[in-house]
Structure formats: structure tokens, C-alpha cells
């Protein structure tokens, strides 16, 4: 009897993200302790979203910081805009610790993703400006056009259209361009 409401939460896990919600966008709680419990934010290796250590991210340009293998890929991928813009890649964001992501909705609500949720929380999305933040700019054109040929896309739902329009947010997909 001890472990039968484990097995109803587990079961309707939605209402512990529910509460999650709750929490954090009222009461500014974290959630993780919550989600992680019943297994919603495990992920990449093992981590939860937005909890990867150190020694899983590499280091790219202004200090930003991705998994080592989104890193490779965005090296490659501003080389190539650098050699095409002669300037370098703008960025404003990457990965995105936990508690950045629950920050971000307490300032924000709206703009990020459930904390928890983000692929900036797994190292492998970036926010990308000078150009690129705009739609229909040689910058913008340029990264729709080979982006994807360096495992990188702006996903279908922030493309201009989409259900959430977001030209500057761009995300590593590993297979992508292999």
C-alpha cells in the first residue's frame, strides 16, 4: 500500500510537470527535485536538462559554452559564416543551466521554455543575433540555406510561420549534414 500513490503519480506524470509549472512560475521553487523524481528530466547521458557538468560542455565563442559535440559543429558552422560575412557569428545564448531557465521565465514569462524542457539545457541550442535574429536578411538567408549542412536548424516552429517565430534560435542535430 506504501508505494500505491508513487505508482499513481508515475502514471499521470503531467500533473507533477502541472504542479512543477505552478511552482516555479508563483512561488519562483525550483522544480527539478520534483520532476526529476519521477523521471522527467533525465536525459543526454544520464543528466537532467540544464545540470550537465563541466567536463560534458566545450567552450565556443564569447565564453558560451554547448556539448562538446554541438561545439565541433558550431565551430565549423561560424567558420563557414565567417568566410561568407567575413565577420563573426553573433551569439547571445547557449547552454542554459537550470536555474538560468527558471530565471528566465520568472522575467520573461512566455519567452523560454518550461524549465527543464530547453535545448539550451542540454548544450545543443543556441540564440544567434547581428542579422540572423531577423527574418529575410542575407545573414538570415545565409543560415537557412547551409546551416543544416553543419548539423544545425531552426526548427520548424521558429521559422517564419511558425508557432512561435523565433528566427535567432537555432538547434544541433546530429544528424543533420552527416
Known amino acids: ?21 505552478v511552482l516555479v512560475v508563483v512561488f519562483g521553487v525550483a522544480a527539478t527535485p ?33 556539448r562538446c559535440d554541438a561545439a565541433a559543429a558550431y565551430g565549423a558552422l561560424a567558420e563557414g559564416y565567417e568566410a561568407h560575412f567575413g565577420k563573426e557569428l553573433c551569439i547571445t545564448d547557449s547552454y542554459r543551466p ?11 514569462p512566455g519567452l523560454g521554455a518550461f524549465p527543464g524542457t530547453s535545448n539550451h539545457g542540454w548544450g545543443i541550442a ?7 535574429n531577423d527574418f529575410g536578411t542575407p545573414e538570415h538567408l545565409w543560415m537557412q540555406a547551409n546551416a543544416e549542412a553543419y548539423g544545425w536548424v531552426n526548427p520548424e516552429w521558429a521559422r517564419e510561420g511558425g508557432s512561435r517565430q523565433e528566427p535567432w534560435h537555432w538547434e544541433f542535430v546530429p544528424a543533420a549534414g552527416r
Not at 537550470?98 to 520573461?108: D, G, S, T
Not at 543556441?126 to 540572423?132: K, N, P, T, Y
Open 126 to 132: 543556441v540564440d544567434l543575433c547581428d542579422g540572423i
Open 1 to 21: 500500500m506504501p508505494d500505491r500513490p508513487l505508482r499513481w503519480i508515475r502514471k499521470h506524470r503531467w500533473l507533477s510537470a502541472a504542479g512543477a509549472v
Open 34 to 66: 520534483y520532476l526529476s523524481a519521477f523521471g522527467t528530466t533525465q536525459g543526454w547521458q544520464g543528466y537532467g536538462n540544464g545540470m550537465m557538468p563541466a567536463s560534458e560542455l566545450c567552450r565556443i565563442a564569447g565564453g558560451h559554452k554547448l
Open 98 to 108: 537550470y536555474r538560468a531557465q527558471v530565471e528566465l521565465i520568472r522575467r520573461k
